[in-house]
């Protein structure tokens, strides 16, 4: 009974199982654990079955019985918000090898190495292949970017991650710039993502507030637009898929 409160499902407790929604079944299972009593909760990508309305819904609710019971759950998903909002440590895995092991912030914000940052984050991380020489970085087209001091020694191939939020069209005033084209502006109602191509063919997206889609739309596919980013905003990463973060 107080496992049917805990999970607001008091008024199904008459029903056969067919006559439950996809979601009601979902708490119905997790009842089913909570009456044990169990020292540890296993869950395996419970959501991953539900529409999207539902899924953020039960998510909370997750959430919110984590907090109640304070009991350790361990949760597998390959949903980073998922991932982001319920769990208070990460465990980011490849090829059964874990990647890094930290807090959603730090995962996020100081990613170990490229997989992690290329695999935490919608949309991904923007990467442009690049060469290190005399502590600037090199980009396709010519573009250079001072390092920081612990780079001034590095010398030969990185690859430069940038997320998409951080990617801005450039003023006059800017520095370090990437020519990319135009694909594709997708409007997403509270901000917009711009699809880019640079000068080397490697796909961009840039993340930008809803204000400036009118003036995205208007430059049109295919125009060549520099674009900018601040120091702060990269990280850079040893050549390689795996390649260790180097900032």
């Known amino acids: 009974g107080r496992a049917a409160e805990v999970l607001g499902i008091t008024d199904l407790l008459d029903r056969k199982p067919g006559a439950l929604s996809g979601g009601q079944r979902q708490r119905v299972a997790v009842g089913r654990a909570l009456v044990r009593r169990p020292a540890a909760f296993l869950f395996d990508e419970p959501l991953s079955n539900l529409d999207a309305k539902l899924r953020v819904e039960m998510r909370a609710e997750l959430k919110a019985l984590h907090e109640r019971l304070g009991a350790t759950m361990l949760y597998v998903t390959h949903d ?14 490849d090829g059964g090898q874990v990647q890094q ?13 490229r997989f992690v940052a290329g695999f935490v984050g919608t949309p991904s991380m923007n990467f442009l292949e690049g060469t290190m020489a005399d502590g600037r970085l ?9 390092g920081g001091e612990s780079h001034q020694s590095r010398q030969g191939a990185v690859a430069l991650g940038v997320r ?12 370090a710039k990437v020519s990319a084209r135009i694909v594709l502006v997708e ?4 901000r917009c993502d711009v699809r880019l191509e640079a000068e080397d063919g490697t796909e961009l997206v840039a993340r930008r507030p809803a ?13 060549l637009v520099p674009l900018t980013l601040e120091r702060e905003d990269a990280h850079l990463f040893e050549p390689g ?3 260790k973060r180097l900032d």
């Open 80 to 93: 980073q918000e998922e991932a982001m909002t319920l769990g208070d440590r990460l465990v980011v895995m």
């Open 101 to 113: 092991c930290a807090s959603p912030r730090e995962v996020y914000e100081a990613p170990a190495n």
């Open 138 to 146: 090199q980009l396709p087209g010519g573009t250079g970017l001072e």
């Open 164 to 175: 998409p939020d951080a990617l801005r069209r450039a003023s006059s005033d800017d520095q």
């Open 187 to 190: 409007d997403l109602g509270d």
């Open 211 to 223: 204000s400036e889609l009118a003036d995205w739309e208007q430059l049109g596919t295919n125009a």
């Open 241 to 243: 898929p795996h390649g």
